[in-house]
């Protein structure tokens, strides 16, 4: 017997629900993100983290997929924070699925790293190919 997702929504094997338009509470759920989730991640600084979303805001185009996924990734964490904890609450308030703003920015970075991953996989595999081919005549 199959065990049963604990959270459905986030199934990628279901159907990717519509990028989410950017809205005044995006800008706390990224600040939120900044704030509380940032600090484990030695490796960013929210001055990188702004610029990212600055540019995103501006034209999304301009992002490669990882940047893209990472600015997804923030917002997914930020709307967490912001739905389960609210402001500065300690203990976390259950959010009714149907609610949940994280689900569609979660689902999108996901899909962006995978549709970005398999392409540069591709890629890889056609240019070793291709330097086989060259080396072997």
């Excluded at 929504?9 to 629900?17: N, S």
């Excluded at 549709?115 to 240019?127: I, Y």
Aim: charged share 15%.
């Amino acid at each position: 017997m199959a065990e049963g997702h604990t959270h459905p929504l986030l199934d990628t094997d279901t159907q990717l629900p519509p990028l989410p338009s950017i809205t005044p509470t995006s800008s706390l759920a990224l600040q939120a993100f900044i704030v509380h989730c940032l600090p484990t991640c030695s490796f960013l600084t929210p001055s990188r983290i702004n610029h990212l979303y600055e540019r995103y805001v501006a034209s999304p185009i301009s992002l490669e997929p990882d940047q893209l996924a990472l600015i997804y990734a923030c917002l997914a964490c930020g709307y967490v924070r912001l739905q389960y904890f609210g402001g500065h609450e300690r203990n976390a308030t259950p959010v009714p699925q149907d609610q949940r703003e994280d689900v569609p920015w979660y689902r999108h970075a996901v899909h962006t790293l995978t549709t970005w991953g398999s392409a540069t996989f591709t890629s890889l595999r056609k240019h070793h190919l291709y330097q086989w081919t060259r080396t072997d005549k």
